[in-house]
């Protein structure tokens, strides 16, 4: 009887997982106008990531504290961080519980073209992204924008969640606890875990859908994300192609795909004027 029973769940749990893996098990925003709304797999806690996004953010500050390259430019720190001030309030379109994430937002003094929004709100503007390419407050507002839905959508947290299926080194009943190997391990990993993490094409379309109706919702003109990004193409011909495509890569038709959405989010952005 006991072996039927565990037969059963068994089979049951099969089952469930197979739907999980297949389809993923539920999606982490609201839709907006633009946004998305794809099912999602997500075998991690987001309490699991976002303690070892602080962790590994504290880490990044007190490093770069001791390089001395943490907030060098005061007028280039309370610029950007206006810019986060307007757009968090926005988010709540998409999830209202991320009003209450210990958003952080600082700039490190680097030549290199890069920013990112770690799990649960740790912004890192580059002064080099903002200096090489001579970004408009709206182009910021694009940049920080795409990054922050990154966060919204918690596609680190799916990449996480793929990675610990794929490699099958831990009971995924454990993972689905939130007490896998892998998972457990989350908040040693260092910083690099939570910069490098590669999106897929698919993140980086939704994060441009989220992030524009974000930047448009703040009152920043969402045009800006075509010339944000011909500049980031253009800069990617030179020499040192900008860091951030290198964990965002793009399709060829981003521009364009940009474009097709501005009608949804330029009304949003006339309201947001007024
Ligand atoms: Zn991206």
Same mark, same amino acid.
């Given at each position: 009887m006991?072996?039927f029973k565990?037969a059963?769940w ?11 893996t297949?389809s993923?098990c ?7 106008v633009v946004g998305?709304?794809r099912q999602q ?9 976002n303690?070892?996004?602080a962790q ?5 500050k ?7 390259v943490l907030?060098?430019?005061t ?10 001030a307007?757009?968090?309030p &926005? ?9 209450? %994430?210990n %958003?952080e937002v600082n700039?490190?003094?680097s030549d290199?073209?890069n ?5 649960g709100?740790k912004?890192?503007f580059?002064? $080099? ?9 709206? /182009?910021?507002?694009?940049v920080m $924008?795409?990054e922050?839905a990154?966060a ?5 947290r799916?990449?996480?969640? &793929?990675?610990?299926v794929? &490699? ?7 993972a ?18 939570f910069?490098?993490?590669k999106?897929?094409?698919?993140? /980086?379309?939704e994060?441009?859908?989220i992030?524009l /109706?974000l930047?448009a919702?703040a009152?920043?003109d969402?045009r800006?994300g ?6 980031m193409?253009n800069?990617? &011909?030179?020499?040192? *192609? *900008?860091?951030?495509?290198s964990?965002?890569?793009?399709s060829a ?7 097709s959405?501005?009608p949804?989010v330029?009304?949003?952005? /006339?309201?947001?004027r007024r």
């Amino acid at each position: 009887m006991r072996n039927f029973k565990m037969a059963r769940w068994a089979v049951g749990f099969g089952v469930c997982l197979a739907a999980l893996t297949m389809s993923g098990c539920e999606t982490t925003t609201s839709s907006g106008v633009v946004g998305a709304n794809r099912q999602q797999l997500l075998l991690v806690s987001s309490d699991q990531m976002n303690q070892g996004a602080a962790q590994a953010y504290t880490e990044m500050k007190t490093d770069a504290q001791k390089s001395s390259v943490l907030n060098k430019d005061t007028a280039m720190l309370n610029r950007v961080r206006t810019i986060a001030a307007r757009l968090q309030p &926005q988010t709540q379109v998409f999830r209202p519980d991320a009003l209450n %994430w210990n %958003w952080e937002v600082n700039v490190l003094e680097s030549d290199e073209l890069n920013a990112f929004c770690m799990p649960g709100g740790k912004i890192m503007f580059y002064s $080099g992204l903002i200096k090489t390419l001579n970004l408009s407050d709206a /182009e910021i507002a694009v940049v920080m $924008g795409h990054e922050i839905a990154h966060a919204l959508r918690e596609h680190s947290r799916e990449q996480m969640s &793929q990675a610990l299926v794929a &490699q099958g080194a831990i009971g995924l009943g454990a993972a689905l606890l939130g007490l896998g190997q892998g998972s457990a391990n989350l908040a040693n990993q260092g910083y690099s875990a939570f910069i490098a993490t590669k999106f897929s094409r698919n993140d /980086e379309s939704e994060a441009d859908r989220i992030g524009l /109706e974000l930047t448009a919702r703040a009152g920043y003109d969402p045009r800006a994300g075509v010339t944000l990004w011909q500049k980031m193409m253009n800069a990617s &011909q030179g020499s040192a *192609p *900008p860091e951030i495509l290198s964990t965002h890569p793009a399709s060829a038709n981003r521009i364009q795909e940009i474009q097709s959405l501005l009608p949804a989010v330029l009304p949003l952005y /006339e309201a947001a004027r007024r």
